[in-house]
């Protein structure tokens, strides 16, 4: 008898096989002293439970400086977390711009139709009108100073390129055509619905061309927040600064979007083009008109680390009087 309690304390000691591993674990200090054998040996001198207690002491101290390391180092990330962000992912353009991530090709459409027959059409609402698309001067001055200008530049070559066109008629109608003889897929056109509209003229919609364009002239000089009159029939009437914010919505998109592309902007008129222009070359937005462009222009957009030519693109011409 006295020999099964032995036995019985020797496999107390010794601990209990762990369910899951087969490892024998160590008998905790409560079930070596349930044994009276273990009891008595102890007071003999024995010292049987020490090393277990001992033991189960040690891993309770060990567990709790793990946990107070894990506790500590999650302070220190979530600290350093709060204290440096990451930058966002997105941000709005800073003018002037003496770096950007993209090369950017500003286009100016063809003529439309109301451009060739003398009228001011800058209302949104006729963006789509057969009045907004490709005169018959317009669908010329694209095959024979826009396409050449694109492939003297080496624009959407091998690497390809993005075009971005408003969808006002005769812009889109521009892209199209680039899009064909340049070999870029339509999936690589980006149609554009607000951002690359005409300027709004706001009252001085619907004058002869000439007659708007320098009433607008006038008051751009006097303030860049100078708007034209307005109108009654919802046509917008926007300042330079107006056009601006837009135009640096659209390139800020862009930089987010794309990373060492071309990136061809195709507009219907010139002062979309001429202010973001202005604005990336650190030039007063007064003075925009120096940099505008004509129907079918190409230019490179500017950074202000470079002189800049306000003079427009020549380009030789193999047959002078089929140029004219």
């Given at each position: ?43 003999k001198?024995?010292?049987i439970g ?29 600290q350093?977390?709060?204290a ?6 997105a941000?709005?353009?800073?003018f002037p ?20 027959q ?25 095959v024979?100073?826009?396409l ?7 624009v ?7 075009i ?27 149609p ?25 002239l ?6 860049a ?12 009437n926007?300042?330079?600064?107006d ?7 659209l ?26 222009q ?14 505008g ?32």
């Open positions: 008898m006295q020999a099964k309690r032995l036995n019985h304390c020797k496999i107390s000691s010794l601990g209990q096989q762990h369910a899951h591993t087969g490892r024998r674990r160590p008998a905790t200090l409560q079930q070596q002293q349930r044994c009276r054998p273990c009891r008595g040996l102890q007071e001198g024995w010292p020490e090393a277990s207690a001992k033991s189960e002491f040690e891993g309770t101290l060990l567990a709790r400086r793990q946990l107070l390391h894990c506790i500590a180092a999650s302070l220190v990330l979530v350093q977390q709060l440096q962000p990451p930058p966002a992912a941000g709005l353009a800073q711009a003496s770096e950007l991530k993209n090369r950017y090709i500003l286009v100016r459409a063809g003529e439309s139709e109301s451009e060739t003398d009228e001011m059409l800058t209302n949104p609402v006729w963006k789509q009108s057969g009045m907004a698309g490709l005169s018959s001067r317009g669908k010329v001055q694209v024979r100073q826009t050449p200008a694109m492939e003297t530049l080496g959407c070559g091998e690497a390809g390129c993005w971005w066109p408003s969808i006002t008629l005769n812009t889109y109608q521009t892209a199209e055509i680039m899009a064909g003889s340049l070999g870029v897929g339509r999936s690589r056109i980006v554009e619905y607000s951002f690359l509209d005409a300027r709004g003229v706001g009252a001085l919609d619907g004058l002869r061309v000439a007659t708007a364009a320098q009433q607008v006038e008051g751009d000089l006097l303030d927040n100078w708007r034209p009159p307005k109108g009654y029939d919802g046509t917008p926007e300042s330079a600064a056009v601006l914010t837009r135009m640096r919505q390139l800020s998109i862009c930089e987010t979007q794309y990373s060492g592309e071309d990136v061809v902007i195709v507009a219907p008129d010139s002062d979309t083009l001429s202010i973001l202005a604005a990336v070359l650190g030039v007063d937005l007064r003075q925009h008109r120096q940099l462009f004509r129907p079918g222009e190409v230019r490179v957009l500017l950074l202000s680390d470079k002189p800049f030519d306000t003079a427009p693109m020549r380009l030789p011409c193999p047959k002078p009087p089929a140029c004219q």
